[in-house]
């Protein structure tokens, strides 16, 4: 059931989207059509977007020639990263940051609906109570917002940009049961959102994202270590469900982070282990396609609690 439905304003036609792409060769089996994927895979496009600070249109005018390549390339579903308006904390988010639905989500229905695909991406809203989110959301192929989350675990320098969101949803769809939080929401300390999400049902857990690293970093370190790797990993072995997170790339112009930058290496986790993970971009976006098996998930409810005490998993207790 849609939340949103995209609107035809004059504003949204402006801007014509890329004429759809021919269906790139590629050398991976032909996936099934989205309606059959609930019976095998699930064809995820990780579109490691060059998001600048303050240049929404220059932004989604990327955001949309990956949608047509996502298409192209047969996918199901096509992961965009966080606030991928505005950039994260950029400060001119305060003032002009507009609703869900409204002019960017539009851009980017109208996209799903005319590529016929999937795309979850992170936007800032503005919403009714006048204050601002750090936002997702899901669309489906018919251009409808099926799902919309605001970030929970805000970093300290987000506060004075993003509200607290308040609300968790996993939604049915025929690629299977989908949850989506935003990047620092599967820090350790934020993993009980994960959780949530996890004994909600969902099979999918979608996760636009800006990872951020230091100026002087390079193609020679690794720049995450087990920052991302290890809580994907405890979900994805906890619970068999997948989780894939797609980071910007591009250097940080304004805000607390300036000078920092955002490299890639987005990653897709499962229950086996790392199934795909982009490459180390500093300058150019790119897109990284992953076919995921879904996993069978049978335990329900207190069910759930039963299988992770046979995995021998700690349960909450207060510190001695």
């Known amino acids: 059931m849609a939340l949103f439905s995209f609107r ?10 890329p004429a759809p792409v021919a269906p790139a060769a590629i050398p991976l089996p032909t996936p ?3 309606t059959t994927a609930s019976a095998g895979s699930l064809r995820v496009a990780m579109g490691q977007l060059l998001v600048e600070g303050g240049e929404p249109d220059r932004n989604l005018e990327r955001a949309e020639r990956m949608v047509a390549e996502a298409a192209s390339q047969r996918c199901d579903v096509l992961l965009l990263p966080e606030t991928l308006d505005f950039a994260w904390t950029h400060p001119s988010a305060l003032t002009e940051a507009q609703p ?10 109208q996209a799903a609906l005319r590529y016929n695909l999937y795309i979850c991406a992170g936007l800032t809203e503005r919403a009714a109570n006048g204050r601002n989110y750090n936002a997702a959301i899901l669309i489906n192929p ?19 940009f993003y509200a607290v969101g308040q609300t968790l949803n996993v939604v049915d769809t025929p690629l299977g049961k989908i949850g989506v939080n935003i990047c ?12 949530t999400l996890a004994r909600m049902g969902a099979e999918f857990i979608l996760s636009p994202s800006s990872w951020t690293v ?57 229950a086996s282990g790392i199934r795909a993970q982009g490459t180390f971009n500093e300058f150019a976006g790119d897109l990284v396609v992953a076919d995921l098996p879904r996993p069978v998930r049978m335990e329900q409810g207190t069910q759930i609690g039963q ?8 349960f909450d207790s207060l510190p001695s």
């Open 8 to 17: 035809k304003s004059s504003a949204s036609l402006a801007a014509p989207l």
């Open 142 to 160: 018919q251009g409808e917002i099926i799902s919309k989350y605001h970030k929970i675990n805000l970093l300290e320098v987000e506060l004075p």
């Open 184 to 195: 620092a929401d599967n820090f350790l300390d934020g993993l009980p959102i994960g959780h």
């Open 307 to 314: 299988m992770l005490v046979r995995k021998g998993f700690t």
């Open 214 to 270: 230091d100026y002087s970093i390079n193609e020679e370190h690794d720049p995450y270590r087990e920052k991302w790797i290890k809580p994907y990993s405890i979900l994805a072995q906890l619970y068999n469900v997948v989780v894939v997170g797609t980071t910007s790339v591009g250097y940080i112009v304004g805000g607390p982070y300036e000078g920092k930058k955002s490299v890639g290496c987005s990653l897709a986790v499962d």
């Open 100 to 109: 869900i639905p409204g002019p960017y989500s539009d851009r980017l229905c």
């Open 32 to 34: 099934p059509p989205p």
